[in-house]
């Protein structure tokens, strides 16, 4: 079975900073699609950024990055500058068949 | 534009009954999921579809029935509640799961917390 795995529970770092999560995956494709979605205490799933196997390029949207390692099946996400809204859970997502499967999740602190 | 609602956004239930949370998308939405949230083990995916008349099992189906008579309803089933099925229950939906620009990128609901004491 496909497998994702976040082994960080839980981080916390002062506001500016910046903060790396960690994930890694387990998958016998060659193509596939990888996520991170952030849950504030709001509870409201939202989707952070998004990367494409095939793609050697590492996906940014704006303050958010991954660090892409395709041999390693790791996929880790970097939040630069980070803010006090950025405070949440942060899970990886993985595209098995029809199905999009989570990681454990990684609970972020922000401090001011 | 509601996007997916979720009812009821709170329930408790005793061992043995049953009950229906329901799920409703008004964007034309093909595919639709159920996740359920526990500390620690993230969200775990109970059911899918990828088109009305179309379901399929995710990682926990077991005490869970659903079926997709349309294409804006989702309905997710507990036969006989467990105190195991206590959880925060996501419906999701998507155009298409993968393929396009917006691939992976699900609708979340706003959650239902079930307690089965």
């Known amino acids: 079975a496909q497998t994702v795995t976040q082994s960080q529970p839980e981080m916390s770092v002062q506001e500016a900073e910046t903060v790396t999560l960690s994930c890694t995956y387990d998958?016998?494709?060659?193509?596939?699609?990888l996520f991170w979605y952030k849950q504030p205490p709001s509870r409201q799933m939202i989707l952070v950024i998004r990367q494409e196997a095939y793609k050697q390029q590492n996906a940014t949207e704006n303050r958010f990055s991954v660090n892409f390692q395709k041999a390693a099946k790791s996929f880790s996400l970097k939040i630069s500058d980070s803010q006090l809204g950025d405070t949440a859970m942060y899970f990886c997502?993985?595209?098995?068949?029809?199905?999009?499967?989570f990681g454990q999740g990684t609970r972020l602190t922000i401090n001011p | 534009n509601a996007g997916v609602t979720q009812t009821p956004k709170f329930q408790v239930l005793k061992t043995g009954q049953s009950m229906t949370l329901q799920c409703a998308q008004d964007m034309n939405h093909e595919y639709m999921s159920w996740y359920r949230q526990d500390p620690g083990m993230g969200l775990r995916l109970i059911h899918y579809?990828?088109?009305?008349?179309?379901?399929d099992q995710g990682e926990v189906p077991n005490g869970y029935n659903v079926s997709r008579s349309t294409t804006e309803d989702f309905p997710l089933r507990l036969l006989s509640a467990a105190p195991s099925q206590t959880s925060v229950y996501f419906c999701a939906s998507s155009y298409f799961l993968a393929g396009g620009p917006r691939t992976g990128e699900l609708f979340f609901g706003e959650g239902s917390r079930l307690t089965v004491l």
């Open positions: 998958t016998s494709e060659n193509n596939y699609y």
């Open positions: 579809s990828v088109g009305a008349g179309i379901t």
């Open positions: 997502a993985f595209i098995e068949a029809q199905k999009l499967v």
